[in-house]
Structures are given as structure tokens and as C-alpha cells.
T-cell receptor, first 110, second 117 residues
Framework: SQQGEEDPQALSIQEGENATMNCSYK?????LQWYRQNSGRGLVHLIL?????REKHSGRLRVTLDTSKKSSSLLITASRAADTASYFC??????????FGKGTLLTVNP | ETGVTQTPRHLVMGMTNKKSLKCEQH?????MYWYKQSAKKPLELMFV???????ENNSVPSRFSPECPNSSHLFLHLHTLQPEDSALYLC????????????????FGPGTRLTVL
């Protein structure tokens, strides 16, 4: 079964606005990670939040994790045109493998 | 630059060809991965290697044959592919090695865009 479902599938906003993406997963996790992918390129790790953490910040990124709801959200504040990309959540279990979601395509219009 | 390189970046092949994709990581990692990314589909994990040993084959057809000669190099040998195999093939590496707590971060290469005619 598919783990890691991002919502929405696509999001279009204006520069300067905040972008919020959500992710749900199905089984218990040790951590949840967010990755970014520019069109046709490899994924780049953005941030990791452990299962015993509720919120984490990194620059303009804010990630929350609710293990009771098996969900996470990624907030990008003061978005820029350069933030245009696909964003994926990935759930990490007891081993070193990750299960990726389908991704949210974020378009930031100048 | 993530420290993971992939060659070639683009590949066009016929269904009867044999070709190989190469991945190299310069991060001292122990685990390496092959993923397939098709349009409008989730990232599909194909193979996992940890300390050169294959630890996962995610029901991948035998026309895809991985090879991991050492912890820094990973190959994907392709033979008699189908047009539906056209996709972006991504290689990744991570610390691996049964890392306690499973907090492995994966580092991806830029991918090989494969087109099967």
C-alpha cells in the first residue's frame, strides 16, 4: 500500500505568500523527511523530523509532525520563485529505507 | 552537488539493446539505492544494497539487473526493455549499515532520463 500521500497534488501561489503542504503516512515511523526536486533532477534533502518531535524549523521551512494522526506538514514562508519545485515527504521506519509519497508540485509566480 | 554522480544523463535505446547505467558516490556511504520515477507516479524503490549486498529487490523484472562491485559504485544493467520502462532512474546513497533509529538521509544523483523506443 502507498505510504506518504502529499496534499495538495499541486499548489500555485504568488511570491511572498506562504505555502503549506501536507503528508499522511500509514505505519509507525522513526522519522519523517521532506525532499525537494527541481524538474527532471534528483531529490535534495530539506529537513528531518524524528517521531518524538512535534515541530522543527530550518530557515524559511517549518515542519510539524502529528504521530497520532500519522500526518506531517511543511510550511515554506515568504516563498520565492526559486522555490518552484516538487516536494516529497518520506517516512523512515526501523531500518534505513525510506518510503516516498507522490509529491506536491509547488509553483511560485513572480 | 550532492556527492552522487550518474552517467549517462540521457539514454535512448531500442528494445533489443543492452545498456548500463552507472552511479558513483563520494560520501563514504554504505547503502545505495535505485529508484524509478515515471510521470504522475510515486517514486518506486527498485533495489537496495547495503555493504555491497542486495537487501531488497522490489519485484523488479529481470530485464533490470543491478550490480554493486563496491560500496561506492552501483550499476543497473538494462536488457530487452519495454517502452513503459521509459522513466527517470535515480540513484541514491545513505549511511546505511543498519543505522540505529533509521534516521538515514538519502543523497540523490541527478538521474538518467531513459527513453525506450
Amino acid at each position: 500500500s502507498q505510504q506518504g500521500e502529499e496534499d495538495p497534488q499541486a499548489l500555485s501561489i504568488q511570491e511572498g505568500e506562504n505555502a503549506t503542504m501536507n503528508c499522511s503516512y500509514k505505519t509507525s515511523i522513526n522519522n519523517l523527511q521532506w525532499y525537494r526536486q527541481n524538474s527532471g533532477r534528483g531529490l535534495v534533502h530539506l529537513i528531518l523530523i524524528r517521531s518524538n518531535e512535534r515541530e522543527k524549523h530550518s530557515g524559511r521551512l517549518r515542519v510539524t509532525l502529528d504521530t497520532s494522526k500519522k500526518s506531517s506538514s511543511l510550511l515554506i514562508t515568504a516563498s520565492r520563485a526559486a522555490d518552484t519545485a516538487s516536494y516529497f515527504c518520506a517516512s523512515g521506519g526501523s531500518n534505513y529505507k525510506l518510503t516516498f509519497g507522490k509529491g506536491t508540485l509547488l509553483t511560485v509566480n513572480p | 552537488e550532492t556527492g552522487v554522480t550518474q552517467t549517462p544523463r540521457h539514454l535512448v535505446m531500442g528494445m533489443t539493446n543492452k545498456k548500463s547505467l552507472k552511479c558513483e558516490q563520494h560520501l563514504g556511504h554504505n547503502a545505495m539505492y535505485w529508484y524509478k520515477q515515471s510521470a504522475k507516479k510515486p517514486l518506486e524503490l527498485m533495489f537496495v544494497y547495503n555493504f555491497k549486498e542486495q537487501t531488497e529487490n522490489n519485484s523488479v523484472p529481470s530485464r533490470f539487473s543491478p550490480e554493486c562491485p563496491n560500496s561506492s559504485h552501483l550499476f543497473l544493467h538494462l536488457h530487452t526493455l519495454q517502452p513503459e520502462d521509459s522513466a527517470l532512474y535515480l540513484c541514491a546513497s545513505s549511511q546505511g549499515g543498519g543505522l540505529a533509529g533509521g534516521t538515514d538521509t538519502q543523497y540523490f544523483g541527478p538521474g538518467t532520463r531513459l527513453t525506450v523506443l
